[in-house]
């Protein structure tokens, strides 16, 4: 048989039938009337990075985006970024991902919380992506960067769509100061074949060497590490099983996935970097 394709492969991970009707449904149970939803209600779930919403908001203030803003979001998984930054700093962003099943149910949440006119999601390859270059002032990008194996690809293509002056802003998961191998299963792998975790130093290079110019370097892996424990603790346990969060999206090992993030940051083995730069 013929092996899978690493786009198969991403696919797979994270797509999962019926997981819009898992979310509207959780959405409905736990009082949130649709008609009117705002995009924190969906937050828990749609915010798949450390540090959630609050994080996204930091990154934003770091990055200082402006009104109007036109920003490329790439890996905009369920589009929770997209809508708090549309919802909070009034900008327009275009989320790309390359699992399809993420990009309708973005497209719908962002209907449903009434924010079509500010964020839309297409389906694509951070790698090729669909943009014409020098079109937005701000490339974003939130932990979509484990999953890709060319990494200075994906930088060159974030300058490429970027206007001269504009700002790539990104929040990733690196590998940690130890080395060696990585607990798993882990949010955004079962397995080690779509894991690509760089050192801090490698992708700081990568980034300046596809013509960025650095405005922030930050490890934030401390700065988030407490709530996500608390997270990882409580994260689809039989007490809030019922609640918005990962599990609708990961399945019955999205506990265990959060327990070895916290055990991979806790050994040095993986980290959190932040980073704003420009071209
Ligand atoms: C951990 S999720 C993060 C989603 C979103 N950035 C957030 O923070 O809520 C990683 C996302 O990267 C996407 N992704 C992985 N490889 C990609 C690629 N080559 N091009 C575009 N998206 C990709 C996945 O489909 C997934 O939605």
New binding site residues.
């Given amino acids: 048989m013929a092996s899978q394709s ?2 198969e492969m ?2 797979e ?2 797509g999962s039938k019926g997981l819009l009707d898992r979310i509207l449904s959780t959405a409905r149970d736990n009082g949130v009337v649709l008609d009117g939803a705002c995009s924190d209600d969906f937050s828990p779930v ?4 450390i540090g959630g919403r609050a994080a ?1 908001i930091d990154l934003a203030k770091m990055a200082q985006l402006s009104l109007g803003d036109k920003v490329i ?9 997209a809508r708090t930054l549309a919802e909070q700093f009034a900008v327009e962003v275009e989320g ?4 399809h099943e ?1 990009c309708a149910v973005a497209n719908e949440l962002t209907r449903i919380t009434g924010l079509t006119d500010k964020a839309i999601f297409f389906q ?4 090729s992506l669909p943009s014409d270059s020098n079109k937005y002032d701000v490339v974003w ?4 960067c ?3 194996e060319n990494k200075p690809q ?1 930088f060159a293509e974030a300058y490429r769509v970027l206007k001269s002056g504009g700002t790539f802003v990104f ?1 990733e998961v690196f590998a940690g100061d130890q080395g060696g191998s990585i607990a798993l299963p882990v ?2 792998a079962r397995e080690a074949d779509m894991s690509f975790l760089w050192t801090s130093d490698a992708i700081r290079n990568a980034v300046l060497g596809a013509g960025f110019m650095e405005v922030i370097w930050k490890n934030a892996t401390n700065q988030y590490l407490e709530e996500y424990r608390i997270l990882a603790a409580n994260t689809g346990n039989a007490e809030n099983a019922s609640k918005m969060g990962a599990h609708l999206m990961l399945g019955s090992e999205a506990r265990l996935m959060r327990k070895n993030v916290v055990d991979n940051l806790g050994q040095g083995l993986i980290s959190i970097y932040q980073g704003v730069f420009k071209k």
Avoid: K
């Fill in positions: 690493l786009d991403v696919n991970h994270y749609a915010e798949f990075h996204t979001d790439i890996g905009s998984g369920l589009g929770g970024p790309i991902d390359l699992t993420f694509g390859d951070a790698l990008t939130q932990q979509s484990m999953n890709i994906m929040q949010p955004w």
